[in-house]
């Protein structure tokens, strides 16, 4: 029997750009900076689709969160090939300050009320760099997890993972209903054709509000301050290996 597939979609900070810190320091500049879907959910939709090719998936669904603008990157997540939408909006002082936790406490809401088989999640996004929303949400829902994948094979509602760890790989099974984090060299994602991102504005798009999931979104931490990292000095060059070891006396490293 195929499965139904909910996977996540981040709206961040598109990798090429550089990132800077607000002069109060109270957070990073997001007003005019180009976003795009983070790379690692593109690897899960890509994942998503590819499953769904072979007959072992029946549905993919598309969930972002966050402010009207997340609606384009679900929008991406369509024309790639996912079946239909659903945003959960969190907007304002809500969205800047929307953590790890809530967002994994609102992907495990939709996915009891989905009832899917299985949750799809990039293993990190790249603007912050967490890695903890795949781990918590399977926690949140008594789930079997298996993070890092670069292989996935799902048959007779068990799916196999293999994963890179320390001087080799590991594969994992686990049974369905299950949570699956992408890595980078699970698969190359596509991109989407003309036809496919007009037929994307067609699909549907259900918006909903953490108040509608019953999910208290409050933060448990608070973030204090931003700081860029330290500027790196310019290397130097040396004639000889007795030069290298005086510079390296003179700065007091030997």
Request: proline share 5%.
């Amino acid at each position: 029997m195929a499965i139904r597939i909910l996977v996540g979609v981040k709206r961040a900070i598109d990798y090429a750009v550089k990132v800077q810190v607000k002069t109060d320091k109270s957070g990073v500049v997001t007003e005019g900076v180009k976003h795009s879907m983070n790379p690692f959910d593109e690897i899960a939709v890509e994942e998503a689709i590819r499953l769904k090719e072979k007959k072992v998936a029946q549905e993919v669904i598309a969930l972002s969160c966050g402010p009207a603008q997340c609606q384009e990157t679900l929008r991406t997540a369509l024309a790639l090939g996912a079946d239909r939408a659903i945003h959960v909006e969190v907007t304002g002082k809500d969205y800047e300050m929307l953590q790890p936790l809530a967002i994994s406490k609102l992907i495990a809401a939709v996915a009891k009320k989905e009832n899917v088989d299985l949750v799809l999640l990039g293993k990190l996004a790249i603007d912050d760099d967490s890695n903890q929303t795949g781990q918590m949400v399977a926690g949140l829902l008594s789930w079997p997890q298996a993070v890092f994948a670069s292989k996935v094979d799902i048959k007779d509602k068990t799916a196999e993972v293999m994963r890179e760890i320390d001087g080799g790989s590991e594969t994992l099974r686990v049974k369905l209903p299950a949570v699956i984090t992408s890595d980078l060299r699970l698969n190359q994602p596509r991109f989407a054709n003309l036809p496919s991102i007009q037929k994307a504005k067609k699909k549907p798009m259900a918006k909903m509000s953490p108040k509608d999931l019953g999910v208290d979104i409050k933060p448990h931490q608070e973030y204090l301050s931003y700081e860029e990292p330290p500027k790196r000095q310019g290397g130097g060059r040396v004639a000889s290996v007795d030069e290298l070891i005086s510079k390296l006396k003179e700065k007091g490293l030997i």
